[in-house]
């Protein structure tokens, strides 16, 4: 009986039907990213604001005056009692009437004598100044609620993290292509209902649900394309991040033609509902069929497989096996009990963490450091390309350890040069803080490449799904280190992400070199990764039993 693995280079690795679906599934990449960025141009701050006295909608209406006429009766008189109120978070505590007067109305308001006037928090009446709606504006995410914007990018975050999970489950239990189509489908609803969320409570609901179910398309779409290629396609998903690069490019174009924040949602959205049409494109995972004892099937989309590619699958083909090696009910233990897989573990779960965080801290500080922010992101966006050719020129040459840790060390002290550079040399500071991206999109991608061989089969998806829901925790945690540090400092964001990136290029050194060796699949080969050194896995090939 031949194996899934025969049968598949009979019909073709990766031929026509391979790369027509690949194709077709990394589209997915691109919506993803929308998503996953969106809040650089969801959440943008305003140009500036103040608050409105109560009763001045009605006096500034009364008297005919102008937004900018109230603006400067409420702000001028402020400025005028006490020179260090902005406007932005408090007014003074006065209300306009009828009585009123147009040509000087803190004339007679009480509460108003130079030296000692009383002021009052501003509670959800400011006006702001600004060429395109957000979310902060929408639902006052200002003063002592800017927080809030933290948080809902927090939740998003949080969504994937769930999704990581449950929908990982789902697409194991009941099939890839299933769990693909409902994620689109419930990706797309959310985000619309995100989009007409009447309060931010039921933003925050839809928002983290909305990142459920895509993190659900961008999971499944990976593991059905690497599924239906031969082994020796292992580097395929480095390729599937440029569609993620691709995205985050044309974002910033959607942003600037797009006016309210609404608009912006609805387009990051509704092309989900596009995949749909997949049900007719992409077939379900033949290795997944086989697991599920559903062997004919498999068999007849193997037949299609060959057919598409121009290949011929023999007539003698009429059932195929599977390597079934898993450990039951695998648990956090399997994956620390010996010391080479806990060392391996701990590393890769720090490296899944800091890549995360530092990835999206630095997107997102494009939308505080001014600057024109759309041309910025697009550039910082196009400056991830060379990423993946970066790592498919180097890893096949140098292997995946040395790549590895020297793209934590650029993007490390990139951040830390920038840091220190001085305002009045912009292009310098960009073009140093573009390398540190570039250092972490390149660490980003490399980690999904060295955390799935540096495990067993028999714990390799476990393993893989464990560590990389650090990448959702650092997520998590990156809006509220970026937003709140750098109202200390502007700064102080990069310093931590400089320390964190230096910490993991030297950690990652400890990792055992997988360049020209089999994948292993037991723990015992595993532990055998680091009796051999670097330089002898890299210009030997070394093959497990």
């Known amino acids: 009986m031949p194996s899934f693995d025969e049968v598949l280079k009979e019909a073709g690795e990766f031929g026509r039907f391979q790369k027509r679906v690949f194709f077709l599934l990394c589209q997915t990449g691109v919506t993803f990213s929308f998503l996953f960025a969106s809040v650089v141009f969801l959440g943008q701050a305003p140009g500036s604001y103040w608050c409105r006295i109560p009763g001045g909608a009605e006096l500034s209406e009364r008297c005919n005056w102008s937004l900018q ?12 009692v006490n020179g260090s109120a902005s406007g932005h978070c408090e007014r003074l505590d006065i209300s306009w009437d009828a009585s009123t007067s147009c040509a000087s109305p803190l004339a007679h308001s009480p509460n108003v004598s130079v030296g000692s006037p009383r002021l009052a928090a501003c509670q959800g009446s400011w006006v702001y100044h600004q060429p395109h709606s957000s979310i902060v504006s929408e639902y006052n995410l200002v003063c002592g609620h800017s927080w809030m914007l933290d948080l809902s ?5 949080l969504g994937f993290l769930a999704g990581a999970f449950t929908l990982g489950y789902a697409a194991d239990r009941y099939g890839r292509i299933l769990i693909y189509l409902l994620s689109c489908l419930g990706d797309g609803i959310c985000g619309i209902i995100v989009a007409f969320a009447p309060n931010f409570t039921v933003f925050l609901i839809f928002r983290f649900l909305q990142g459920v179910f895509a993190k659900g398309t961008w999971m499944t779409c990976y593991v059905i394309v690497t599924e239906i290629v031969g082994s020796s396609q292992r580097i395929i998903g480095i390729v599937i991040q440029i569609f993620f690069t691709l995205g985050i490019m044309i974002l910033p174009g959607i942003a600037y033609l797009l006016p309210t924040w609404q608009g912006i949602q609805l387009a990051i959205s509704l092309p989900n509902f596009l995949f749909l049409v997949y049900y007719w494109f992409v077939p379900e995972s033949p290795r997944w069929l086989l697991t599920r004892k559903k062997g004919e099937k498999a068999l007849k989309i193997m037949h299609d497989i060959a057919k598409h590619n121009g290949k011929y699958l023999s007539p003698h083909y009429s059932e195929i096996t599977v390597s079934n090696a898993e450990v039951s009910n695998p648990s956090f233990l399997d994956l620390v009990r010996t010391p080479q897989m806990r060392r391996n573990t701990l590393i890769l779960m720090y490296a899944w963490f800091t890549s995360a965080l530092i990835y999206q801290g630095l997107v997102m500080r494009l939308g505080i450091v001014g600057g024109n922010l759309y041309l910025d992101f697009f550039i910082s966006g196009a400056v991830e390309l060379p990423a993946a050719l970066l790592i498919l020129v180097t890893i096949d040459r140098f292997g995946r350890r040395l790549p590895f840790a020297i793209s934590n060390f650029v993007a490390g002290i990139a951040c830390l040069i920038t840091a220190f550079l ?7 500071k960009t073009t140093v803080a573009t390398l540190g991206r570039l250092g972490i999109t390149i660490a980003f991608e490399i980690v999904y490449l060295v955390n799935s061989e540096l495990y067993p089969t028999i714990l390799r998806n476990f393993g893989v799904s464990l560590c990389s829901s650090l990448c959702d925790l650092g ?3 990156a809006p509220f280190l970026l937003f709140r540090l750098a109202a200390v400092w502007l700064e102080l964001p990069l310093i931590i992400f400089s320390i964190l990136a230096v910490v993991c290029g030297i950690l990652v050194m400890l990792l055992p070199e997988t360049k020209g060796i089999s994948l292993p699949e037991t723990v015992e080969d595993v532990e055998q990764l680091s009796r051999y050194d670097m330089y002898f896995l890299t210009f030997t090939h070394v093959r497990f039993p």
């Open 153 to 157: 990018q927090a939740i998003l975050n």
């Open 69 to 80: 006429e109230e603006e400067n009766f409420t702000l001028l008189s402020l400025r005028l």
């Open 422 to 428: 001085p305002e009045d040399i912009p292009w310098l």
């Open 475 to 477: 997520g998590i945690i």
